[in-house]
Structures are given as structure tokens and as C-alpha cells.
């Protein structure tokens, strides 16, 4: 007969029914398997850690952000947002559905590129394009949204030897209720610097301004916000109707919309307050069909989510290092998932889950990452079963950064695997090792003999 585990005995606050003060009622599922196949074959297969991304997850994501915005208005387009995922079979996915790129860099770009987007079809956004990527980009005809008056000084110069005519946007920041307002990227509207930047370019023959565009924050979880936002920009619109006869091609309201993860501190789930995709589109395109717009050259509305529709289809998983007790007797654990891995826990409660049968007793637990430095924490305070050394942990909605903002410190990153809609496994990323890590190092001639 097997000895039974031991478990230290605790006293626990019982909290059934609605929330109170010390919070909403704690219920931990075992998860087991992730699109049927079993989170155990997954990481005896691959190793531990591993990223898990499911193709179907995406793909129902993504139609549910279309159909909420396209059964509001007739003229829509998503650019996927490279920087949030851009392994290229995550790209590809959006591709498929009809995402042009949306990128930041002269390494996105070429990423885009690479993966067969049409130039026509990549949005160049951010502040830090060079002049060999103003050509490229001037070459490909694709859509430059200029960030400050260096980058627009710079484009009317290539635009006087270009044989193509630079189609650009402006990148409009603006006070739209939100805290704190994003106004580092691009011109303000409040203080007309935007429309300066505006008829500057009006008067250069050279250049076509087809867009306005504007991203007014991260996790933006108030709706309206995007109304005032719309609002403003199509105020600018407007001005150029009136003033030139001109009449922009599009409006791109960027991201911003909120997964459903938990923000810390937030006393409620991220399920439970963060907008839905309706409410968004509803709020937007209310906006832009009353604000006057010309119905005969009325804009496209451009949308670059990443955050929103790549999160839930993420899973990062995990084996258990050890158990210990801190100094001031609170439960620790420590698990082969660090900062390193998911970054985005430095802002998110993270969902954690264990992958096998356990305990319904639980503790107040601190989960640890196995980097060696203080602040490798994945949850400082979260109410969890007692698992031993070996058992295994799922972390859910991970999609999105985690594997962009991935740090290669003190330990290798792991393999990433996709689930098709067929549950079949692909491998798409292999892990790290060491000569892929040291192979682009060069050790001088005197320091190669110890």
C-alpha cells in the first residue's frame, strides 16, 4: 500500500457564493490536455519548458473580431501587428485570414516581406525607421505612418529622387480620457501640431497623404475611448475636405483592446470587465458614421489588435522544481518558468493551473522562476494546491509578446509547437542550445588557448 502524501495543515478564510473582502471564491481545475492532446505527452515530448499555441484558437479569434467590426461598417481591414507574435507560422495564420503587416522595424519589414506579404499591403509604423528603410518601403509602395518631423523632413528629401510618389499617414496622439495619455509617438492634436504636419505635406506635390492614424494606449479598457479618439481624427479629416478638397483613403485606429487577462491589483477578473470585440466595433464605427464624413469617399477603418487576438491561443508549460518555506513561513514554489519566458507577468495575474490530479487544499503561495535574481516572481500571492517536485503547470493566455520580449538569460528558450485545426503537432521553433547561442560570438586569436 502506498504511504500517503503528507500536508501540512492550514487554516483557511472559506469563501462560497459571492465575493467579499477577501475576494472571489477559489476553484483550481486540473488542466490535462490542451485541443485533446495530453499536456504530459507535450512536455515529455518536446521538454519542459515549452510554448503551446493553438492554430484553431486563433483563427476563432480572429472571426470573431471581423465579424463584430464588418457587420458595423462596410469598409474594414486588420493588419497583424508583427511585434506582439511574429513567428512566421503565427503570421501566416493572420495572412490567411486576410491581416495585412503591420510593423514597426526595418527587421518587421523585411519579416513581412519574407513571409509574401504584398509591399502594398505593410503598414510601417514607429519612430525609428532609417533612410535605407524610408526606401524600401518608398520602393514597395507601402504605407509609411510617420512619426515626427525629422522622419517627414527626411521623406519629402527621398521623395525628390524617388521615381515612386511615398504614400504616408501621419501618427496622431491625442487626449482621449485615457491615463497616462500616450503622446511620446507622433503629432498632437490639441495643439495643432498635427494639423501643422498636415499642411505641410498638403503643400509637397510630391508626397500623398492617404491616412490619418492614431494608438492611444496599451490594454485600453474603456470603449469610448476609441469614440473620442475617431472623433478627433475625423475632425482632421474633415479640415483637409474643406481646406484642400482632399479626401484621405483610410483611418487606422491602431490596438490597444484588452485580452481577457488580469491586470494586478484589478479586484476583479480580466474575464469579467475587459470590453468585448462588439463593444469596441460598436463604439468606433457609432463614431466614425455620425461624424460627417463624406459618404461617397468614406474611409477604411484600419485595425491593428495584436494583444486581443493572439493571447488565448498561448499556453506556457511548466514542470515544478521544489517547495520551501520563506523566512516568514509563507508557502514558495519554484517552477521551471521565469521572467525570462513570460515577461508579461510583470503586469498580469497570470492564470496558473496544475496538468495533474491534486488536492483540493490550498495555501497562499509565492511562485518563483528559476533565474537567479530577486524579482523572477510569476505570481507573488495566489491561492494553489500543494504539487511536489516533477508535477507539471499550465499557464494560459500567453500568446501574445511573450515571445518577442523573450530573454535569452541564464537559461536557453525553449522549443514553441502549434496545434493545427486538426490537432496535429508542428514544431516551429526548435529549442536553444548552446552552439546556437555562441555561434555568432568571435573569440580573439590571444584569448583562445586558458
Not at 457564493?17 to 488542466?31: I, L, Q, Y
Not at 503643400?203 to 497623404?209: D, F, Q
Request: net charge neutral; aromatic share 10%.
Amino acid at each position: 500500500m502506498t504511504k500517503t502524501q503528507y500536508e501540512r495543515p492550514v487554516i483557511t478564510k472559506i469563501n462560497t457564493g459571492m465575493s467579499n473582502k477577501f475576494g472571489v471564491r477559489v476553484k483550481t481545475d486540473a488542466f490535462t490536455h490542451i485541443e485533446n492532446i495530453s499536456v504530459k505527452y507535450l512536455l515529455e515530448t518536446y521538454g519542459s519548458p515549452l510554448y503551446v499555441i493553438s492554430e484553431r484558437t486563433i483563427r476563432e479569434t480572429f472571426s470573431e473580431a471581423k465579424r463584430a467590426f464588418q457587420t458595423r461598417y462596410p469598409k474594414v481591414q486588420f493588419a497583424w501587428s508583427y511585434k506582439t507574435n511574429y513567428l512566421d507560422a503565427v503570421c501566416k495564420i493572420f495572412h490567411q485570414e486576410g491581416s495585412w503587416a503591420e510593423v514597426v522595424s526595418g527587421f518587421e519589414y523585411e519579416k513581412a516581406l519574407r513571409n509574401g506579404v504584398d509591399g502594398k499591403q505593410i503598414i510601417f509604423n514607429g519612430p525609428s525607421k532609417s533612410v535605407e528603410d524610408l526606401e524600401k518601403a518608398i520602393k514597395n509602395d507601402s504605407l509609411i505612418h510617420v512619426d515626427h518631423f525629422d522622419e517627414l523632413y527626411t521623406i519629402f528629401e527621398l521623395a525628390e529622387k524617388s521615381e515612386n510618389k511615398p504614400k504616408i499617414a501621419i501618427r496622431v496622439n491625442m487626449n482621449t480620457g485615457i491615463y497616462p495619455m500616450w503622446d511620446r509617438f507622433g503629432f498632437n492634436y490639441e495643439n495643432g501640431e498635427a494639423w501643422n504636419a498636415i499642411n505641410r505635406i498638403m503643400l509637397n506635390n510630391k508626397i500623398e497623404l492617404v491616412g490619418l492614424h492614431t494608438h492611444i494606449g496599451t490594454y485600453i479598457m474603456v470603449s469610448s475611448a476609441y469614440a473620442v479618439a475617431v472623433a478627433k481624427l475625423a475632425d482632421l479629416a474633415l479640415g483637409l475636405e474643406q481646406k484642400f478638397k482632399h479626401y484621405i483613403k483610410y483611418i487606422d485606429l491602431g490596438g490597444g483592446f484588452a485580452s481577457k487577462n488580469t491586470l494586478k491589483g484589478a479586484y476583479l477578473q480580466g474575464t469579467d470587465t475587459c470590453p468585448s470585440f462588439d463593444e469596441y466595433a460598436q463604439a468606433t464605427t457609432d463614431a466614425l458614421i455620425n461624424a460627417g464624413l463624406n459618404v461617397e469617399h468614406l474611409p477604411m477603418l484600419i485595425l491593428e489588435s495584436g494583444r486581443a487576438l493572439i493571447d488565448d491561443s498561448g499556453y506556457l508549460l511548466g514542470t515544478v522544481l521544489a517547495n520551501k518555506r520563506l523566512a516568514d513561513g509563507r508557502k514558495a514554489m519554484i517552477i521551471d518558468i521565469g521572467l525570462n519566458l513570460l515577461f508579461t507577468s510583470l503586469w498580469y495575474d497570470h492564470k496558473i493551473e496544475p496538468a495533474q490530479p491534486f488536492s483540493q487544499q490550498t495555501e497562499e503561495t509565492t511562485i518563483y522562476g528559476p533565474l537567479c535574481m530577486n524579482i523572477d516572481v510569476i505570481r507573488e500571492s495566489v491561492k494553489f494546491p500543494i504539487l511536489k517536485k516533477g508535477d507539471n503547470v499550465v499557464i494560459s493566455r500567453i500568446g501574445a509578446y511573450n515571445m518577442t520580449q523573450w530573454l535569452q538569460f541564464i537559461k536557453m528558450r525553449p522549443a514553441i509547437v502549434l496545434i493545427d485545426e486538426k490537432e496535429k503537432i508542428h514544431l516551429i521553433r526548435e529549442k536553444e542550445t548552446l552552439e546556437t547561442i555562441v555561434s555568432n560570438e568571435k573569440v580573439p586569436e590571444h584569448l583562445t588557448k586558458i
